[in-house]
C-alpha cells in the first residue's frame, strides 16, 4: 500500500491505495471518471439530470468495491492547509495525486 494525495477544489486528504493504483493513479482515476461512471450499471446512482456527482470517497468506494476488493484502500488524513497547490505541505510534495 502507498500513499497519494486525492480530493476536489475544496478538500484532499491523503489516502492508502494498493500500490498499482498509486503507480498508476492518473489512469485509475480516469477509467473511473471516463468510463465506469457513464457506462456501469453499477454507477446508475453517480449519473443526474445535471450530469455526475461523485468526489473522491467515490473513487475509492469504486477501488474496494470493483477493483482491488482484498486490498481495501483507506483514508488517512485531510490536508487542512490553505492553498493546496502552491503550498502543499512539505511531507506531500512527492505523493501521485489526482484532483476530481
Known amino acids: 500500500m502507498k500513499k ?4 476536489t477544489e475544496q478538500v484532499w486528504a491523503v489516502y492508502e491505495v494498493p500500490d498499482p ?14 468510463n465506469w461512471l457513464y457506462s456501469s450499471p453499477d ?3 453517480y449519473r443526474t439530470r445535471g ?5 473522491q470517497s467515490d473513487f475509492i468506494d469504486y477501488l474496494n468495491q470493483y477493483i482491488f476488493p482484498e486490498k481495501p484502500s483507506q483514508w488517512v488524513k485531510e490536508i487542512q492547509e490553505g492553498n493546496f497547490r502552491k503550498n ?3 511531507e ?5 495525486r489526482f484532483i476530481f
Open 88 to 90: 502543499l505541505p512539505k
Open 92 to 96: 506531500y510534495p512527492k505523493l501521485p
Open 21 to 34: 493504483v498509486a503507480e498508476n493513479l492518473e489512469q485509475y482515476c480516469l477509467d473511473f471518471c471516463e
Open 43 to 45: 454507477a446508475a446512482g
Open 4 to 7: 497519494v494525495i486525492l480530493g
Open 51 to 55: 450530469g455526475l456527482c461523485y468526489d
